[in-house]
T-cell receptor, first 110, second 115 residues
Framework: EDQVTQSPEALRLQEGESSSLNCSYT??????LFWYRQDPGKGPEFLFT???AGEEKEKERLKATLTKKESFLHITAPKPEDSATYLC???????????FGGGTRVLVKP | DTEVTQTPKHLVMGMTNKKSLKCEQH?????MYWYKQKAKKPPELMFV???????INESVPSRFSPECPNSSLLNLHLHALQPEDSALYLC??????????????FGPGTRLTVT
């Protein structure tokens, strides 16, 4: 069964304390893995698409990497404005239906 | 421009009311989606339109009725909702349903409260 799991569920960081979020997946024939950022009460904001193992994408303090079984979102020297829920998602084989992980709620304290 | 707009931002309705949610995109995307999101949960897919035709209905109750008048607009008609239908309703679009490139772009959502 196709499954996407994120860990940890919540992460509390001090400003400047780098950390990583994990997204593990069991999907036959990966057709891409997407990372989103979601602020409370708002829609998810598209961050990255990764397609193949070894691929990396960067945006400001965020860096996403992909292996054959999981993806990591590294947050380097985070700032309070990086506080949000980070979601990963993969499209299922049929119909590009996104299967989301449960999300990781990140809180960065000044 | 990677913007998906949704109106209204907030909606409070009684269980006997009829209301509609609206979504618009001008990115030339040919796939549009409705999601429902409860607090502290990921979005759940409700409907997918591909080239203005309903492609996927995730067994959504008939009190939710989607409509795609043209390639830029998506509506969700609501009737006789239940309090448990209160949630954030998200619209999204993508280049093509069959090609997952570039991901899906989400609107800001409509916060719906059913009283």
């Amino acid at each position: 069964e196709d499954q996407v799991t994120q860990s940890p569920e919540a992460l509390r960081l001090q400003e400047g304390e780098s950390s990583s979020l994990n997204c593990s997946y069991t999907v036959s024939g990966l057709r891409g893995l997407f990372w989103y950022r979601q602020d409370p009460g708002k829609g998810p904001e598209f961050l990255f698409t990764l397609y193949s193992a070894g691929e990396e994408k960067e945006k400001e303090r965020l860096k996403a990497t992909l292996t054959k079984k999981e993806s990591f979102l590294h947050i380097t020297a985070p700032k309070p404005e990086d506080s949000a829920t980070y979601l990963c998602a993969v499209p299922l084989a049929a119909g590009n239906k996104l299967t989301f992980g449960g999300g990781t709620r990140v809180l960065v304290k000044p | 421009d990677t913007e998906v707009t949704q109106t209204p931002k907030h909606l409070v309705m009684g269980m006997t009311n009829k209301k509609s949610l609206k979504c618009e995109q001008h990115m030339g995307h040919r796939a549009m989606y409705w999601y429902k999101q409860k607090a502290k949960k990921p979005p759940e897919l409700m409907f997918v339109y591909s080239y203005e035709k309903l492609s996927i209905n995730e067994s959504v109750p008939s009190r939710f009725s989607p409509e795609c008048p043209n390639s830029s607009l998506l509506n969700l008609h609501l009737h006789a909702l239940q309090p448990e239908d209160s949630a954030l309703y998200l619209c999204a679009s993508s280049q093509d349903q069959r090609i997952p490139t570039g991901g899906q772009y989400f609107g800001p959502g409509t916060r719906l409260t059913v009283t």
